[in-house]
């Protein structure tokens, strides 16, 4: 039963690992998305100005 779980927690790990960088530009790509919107903001604020 160890042994069963011991495998299970190793196959999620490699899972996660595996996935992990096919998501790392999507998370990469909103910041930047939200970097972006958030100086296009503050020059049109500063353009008002």
Not at 10 to 22: C, E, H, Y
Not at 26 to 42: C, E, K, M, Q, R
Request: glycine residues 10%.
């Amino acid at each position: 039963m160890k042994i069963y779980v011991v495998s299970l927690i190793g196959m999620t790990l490699g899972v996660l690992a595996f996935f992990l960088p096919l998501l790392i530009p999507l998370y990469v790509g909103i910041s930047v998305a939200f970097i972006g919107y958030g100086i296009v903001l503050l020059h049109k604020l500063l353009a008002n100005n």
